[in-house]
């Protein structure tokens, strides 16, 4: 069975500077999905990113980045020029690919404070 | 706005009660998910249904059912209420089979909250 680690229960990072959230994951898939989502205060489920397993090149989205280590099992999250919106709990996640259609396997998420 | 929407947004409800919670998933999404989250919890995986179908099941107690319709609206009934019941409830939805990297993603309503007195 795949899992999904998250091992920083809480982050702190000053507004305008850089954090990186750390996900590893276990897998003996060689297709899947991964992703991180974004859930604020309002408890809404954000997408923030998403990595496809088969594309060596790291996954961007304006202020967010991914380090993806396939050979490792390892899918960090940068977030650069910390905004005091991006204060959240932030979601690993991994789905099988495949055409399995799996659901989302959740790691139990990092709690991001922004300092102004 | 992923598209997903969700209704009740908020519901109180005594214990012993039975609720109904109603999604609507994104135009064109095959696959409907329910998920649970507790107060300081994870996500936990309930069931998935995909044209109607039950697809997967995960973590669903015995008093809880759900069902996909024919026009692809999906309900989650919930019996026999306890406190421990007391959740987020989120409705999510993809397109189903893989027809694309955009086809991988899945995208989450607002959620129900449920709270048992």
């Known amino acids: 069975a795949q899992t999904v680690t998250q091992s920083q229960p809480e982050m702190s990072v000053q507004e305008a500077e850089t954090v990186t959230l750390s996900c590893t994951y276990d897998?003996?898939?060689?297709?899947?999905?991964l992703f991180w989502y974004k859930q604020p205060p309002s408890r809404q489920m954000i997408l923030v990113i998403r990595?496809?397993?088969?594309?060596?090149q790291n996954a961007t989205e304006n202020r967010f980045s991914v380090n993806f280590q396939k050979a490792a099992k390892s899918f960090s999250l940068k977030i650069s020029d910390s905004q005091l919106g991006d204060a959240a709990m932030y979601f690993c996640?991994?789905?099988?690919?495949?055409?399995?259609?799996?659901?989302?396997?959740f790691g139990k998420g990092t709690k991001l404070s922004v300092k102004p | 706005d992923s598209g997903v929407t969700q209704t009740p947004k908020h519901l109180i409800t005594a214990t012993g009660q039975r609720v109904t919670l109603r999604c609507s998933p994104r135009?064109?999404?095959?696959?409907v998910y329910w998920y649970q989250q507790s107060l300081d919890q994870g996500l936990q995986f309930l069931i998935q249904?995909?044209?109607?179908?039950?697809?997967a099941k995960g973590n669903i107690l015995e008093r809880f059912s759900a069902q996909q319709f024919p026009d692809l609206h999906s309900e989650l009934n919930l019996s026999s209420l306890e406190l421990g019941d007391s959740a987020l409830y989120f409705c999510?939805?993809?397109?189903?089979?893989?027809?694309?990297?955009?086809?991988?993603?899945?995208?989450f309503g607002e959620g129900s909250w449920l709270t048992v007195v």
């Open positions: 999510a939805s993809s397109v189903g089979p893989l027809t694309g990297s955009s086809g991988n993603t899945i995208y």
């Open positions: 897998t003996s898939e060689s297709d899947y999905y």
């Open positions: 990595q496809e397993a088969y594309k060596q």
């Open positions: 996640a991994y789905r099988s690919g495949g055409g399995s259609q799996g659901n989302l396997i």
């Open positions: 135009s064109g999404d095959l696959s």
């Open positions: 249904y995909y044209n109607g179908e039950e697809r």
